[in-house]
């Protein structure tokens, strides 16, 4: 060991402490991307054994953000997207229906599935009622809906205030407030639960819509399952160890120009590598940075 260069371990090192503040006074905001910030600096990983719905849920109710792995297929990946922003929002926009002509058991098994206790009943686009938990509760599950179903339906139009909401909610003795246009035709769903949770996580990190913020990971060479998950998050994230790389930068161009969520990307780990992202990319959103040494690249 002699003529061996000092060499230090997390151990032999601490913070030095500062003048401190109260708790209070602290602000730990941040960006995310260009368009969309985080009331607290974390972000979860895209691995099968770290962020998947709950942990993308509970993420943003924390004020943070979930990115869902992609080892799956994409139909997984999108389901996964669609419940976290089902979770909880002002208004639900992909909203699970049942048709007049369809069965209650049949509609029992979608509650059971998606973990709801209501559907509006659609027929061509229209709400023609609702059906709830009461409804079903003792119905023969042979029976068709449009039997069973509330079809004298409390509405409102697009625009609604949450104070406006809540009134509704509460004179009609009601949980579920269906959203239409002139028309008729369904174009939300406003529910009890979801307003109640948005008191509960005042800090949740939010879209424009109210819903619980998304990301999911992505291959730049994968621009279909790019485009599947463009409806449903608000972030894509490329998921390469090394992106500084000419098929990955020429990938990525195309992917741009394809989606319309915040594309962030990476892993990068070298200033030029940055330089190139930006010089050669236009309208990325935000970086990944961090390449690890060893056997198994810690990104």
Same mark, same amino acid.
């Given at each position: 060991?002699?003529?061996?260069?000092l060499?230090?371990?997390?151990?032999?090192?601490i913070?030095?402490?500062g003048?401190a503040?109260e708790?209070?006074e602290?602000?730990?905001?941040?960006?995310?991307t260009k368009?969309?910030?985080?009331?607290?600096?974390?972000?979860?990983?895209?691995?099968?054994?770290?962020?998947?719905?709950?942990?993308?849920?509970?993420m943003?109710?924390?004020?943070?953000?979930?990115?869902?792995?992609?080892?799956?297929?994409?139909?997984?990946?999108?389901?996964?997207?669609?419940?976290?922003k089902r979770?909880?929002? %002002?208004?639900i !926009? =992909? &909203?699970?229906?049942?048709? *007049? @002509?369809?069965?209650v058991?049949?509609? $029992?098994?979608?509650?059971e599935?998606?973990?709801?206790s209501?559907?509006p009943?659609?027929?061509?686009?229209?709400?023609?009622?609702i %059906?709830?938990? !009461? =409804? &079903?509760?003792?119905?023969? *599950? @042979?029976?068709?809906?449009?039997?069973? $179903?509330?079809?004298e339906?409390?509405?409102?139009?697009?625009?609604?205030?949450?104070?406006?909401?809540k009134?509704?909610?509460?004179?009609?003795?009601i949980?579920?407030?269906?959203?239409?246009?002139?028309?008729?035709?369904?174009k939300g769903?406003?529910?009890?639960?979801?307003?109640?949770?948005?008191?509960?996580?005042?800090?949740?990190?939010?879209?424009e819509?109210?819903?619980?913020?998304?990301?999911?990971?992505?291959?730049?060479?994968?621009?279909e399952?790019?485009?599947?998950?463009?409806?449903?998050?608000?972030v894509l994230?490329?998921?390469?160890?090394?992106f500084?790389?000419?098929?990955?930068?020429?990938?990525?161009?195309?992917?741009?120009?394809?989606?319309?969520?915040?594309?962030?990307?990476?892993?990068?780990?070298?200033?030029?590598a940055a330089?190139?992202?930006?010089?050669?990319?236009?309208?990325?959103a935000?970086?990944?940075?961090?390449?690890?040494?060893?056997?198994?690249?810690?990104?």
């Open positions: 060991m002699v003529g061996a260069e060499a230090f371990t997390f151990h032999d090192l913070l030095l402490p003048l503040v708790p209070s602290i602000d730990v905001r941040t960006k995310f368009n969309y910030s985080l009331n607290i600096p974390l972000v979860s990983s895209p691995m099968d054994t770290v962020t998947e719905t709950e942990m993308a849920i509970a943003a109710r924390e004020g943070g953000v979930g990115v869902l792995h992609r080892n799956c297929s994409v139909e997984e990946q999108v389901e996964m997207a669609k419940k976290v979770a909880e929002a %002002l208004v !926009r =992909d &909203v699970i229906t049942v048709s *007049p @002509e369809q069965t058991g049949e509609a $029992m098994k979608l509650m599935t998606h973990h709801i209501g559907l009943v659609v027929e061509g686009g229209k709400l023609v009622g %059906l709830t938990g !009461r =409804d &079903v509760r003792f119905a023969n *599950p @042979e029976f068709k809906v449009e039997s069973v $179903m509330t079809k339906v409390i509405t409102a139009r697009e625009g609604i205030s949450l104070e406006e909401a009134e509704l909610l509460h004179r009609h003795r949980e579920k407030l269906p959203i239409v246009d002139e028309k008729g035709n369904l769903l406003i529910t009890f639960k979801d307003i109640m949770l948005r008191g509960k996580y005042p800090d949740a990190a939010r879209d819509e109210g819903q619980l913020l998304c990301a999911a990971a992505v291959s730049p060479f994968d621009l399952r790019a485009k599947r998950l463009d409806q449903y998050v608000d994230v490329t998921d390469v160890a090394h500084h790389n000419s098929a990955v930068l020429e990938a990525t161009k195309k992917m741009l120009k394809e989606v319309e969520a915040d594309l962030v990307v990476g892993n990068v780990g070298t200033y030029q330089e190139d992202v930006i010089t050669k990319l236009e309208g990325v935000g970086f990944r940075v961090g390449v690890g040494s060893g056997s198994i690249c810690v990104t």
